[in-house]
């Protein structure tokens, strides 16, 4: 099972080029959906790493493939400017979910 990403950058893609992670650059929401579906048909593919600019963009393509799909695993990553989340994103998540102030 290989990783693929799906990037907004050059050099997203090319640091994880160095770490033998192969994928393309696209900018377009259609650009997005049809390299999201090459990815997804490709039955090496376990693991497509997107960048979270598209997470924020795009939530409702991203959110009906997680939703639809359980192979493969699509996984939002900071690019080079950083992450979009809060310092303490995972703490306000457990809160969340938990209903605990922690």
């Not at 994928?23 to 999201?36: D, K, M, S, Y």
């Not at 695993?73 to 306000?92: A, Q, V, W, Y």
Request: proline residues 3%; negative net charge.
């Amino acid at each position: 099972m290989k990783m693929y990403l799906i990037s907004d950058n050059v050099d997203t893609l090319t640091g994880l080029r160095l770490a033998g992670v192969d994928g393309v650059v696209v900018h377009e929401r259609n650009e997005l959906r049809e390299e999201l579906e090459n990815a997804m048909n490709d039955k090496e593919v376990g693991v497509i790493l997107l960048t979270e600019r598209f997470g924020r963009e795009f939530p409702d393509l991203i959110n009906e493939i997680k939703l639809q799909r359980t192979m493969p695993l699509l996984i939002e990553i900071p690019d080079r400017h950083g992450t979009g989340r809060k310092k303490d994103f995972i703490t306000s998540y457990v809160n969340e979910a938990i209903g605990l102030k922690l």
